[in-house]
């Protein structure tokens, strides 16, 4: 009996290491979605403060839907308002995604997508792990801990806002 008593000691062990492995990622990669979040409301914030008008998002997700409920895919909802209409979260069955409407043009939401097989698997990101962020139809990487951590908040924002202005000017 002892010996059984040992080996479920260790079968329980490995399902604990398992749920801290399994909670530790979910809890990073929460993380890394409120950063994005968080950039997303600073340059709202910032691109309203510049002049730019905003539109009701949900007058946007209106035609979006549309051709989702038509191909039968989960239609997108406005999960929680945080400046009135204009900056929102928007829930796409399980995803969350801050976003605004910018008038005469279309929604802005940063979204990113972690770039390391390891980390799932380890909980540590490895020296090659890029976080890529979606932004204003393009995309940029960053070193995963440098994002994570804040030390390039600056150089995010500022490419970030660039990216924006860019893809205004693009606009007829």
Not at 11 to 30: C, N, P
Not at 39 to 50: I, P
Request: aromatic residues 8%; charged residues 30%; hydrophobic residues 40%.
């Amino acid at each position: 009996m002892a010996e059984a008593a040992r080996d479920q000691r260790n079968i329980l062990g490995v399902q604990d290491k398992e749920a801290q492995l399994e909670a530790h990622v979910k809890d990073v990669m929460r993380q890394l979605d409120a950063r994005a979040a968080a950039f997303t409301k600073v340059l709202y914030q910032s691109a309203k403060a510049g002049g730019i008008k905003m539109a009701p998002v949900r007058d946007k997700l209106a035609g979006i839907n549309m051709g989702r409920r038509n191909s039968g895919v989960w239609e997108l909802v406005i999960a929680e308002e945080i400046d009135g209409p204009y900056l929102v979260v928007v829930r796409d069955l399980t995803d969350r995604e801050t976003q605004f409407a910018v008038e005469g043009v279309g929604l802005y939401g940063m979204n990113g997508h972690l770039r390391d097989d390891e980390f799932k698997k380890t909980g540590v990101f490895s020296p090659n792990c890029q976080y890529e962020i979606y932004w204003a139809d393009t995309s940029r990487k960053y070193p995963c801990q440098d994002y994570l951590s804040g030390k390039i908040d600056q150089r995010v924002y500022d490419e970030m806002a660039t990216l924006f202005g860019k893809s205004l000017a693009q606009r007829p």
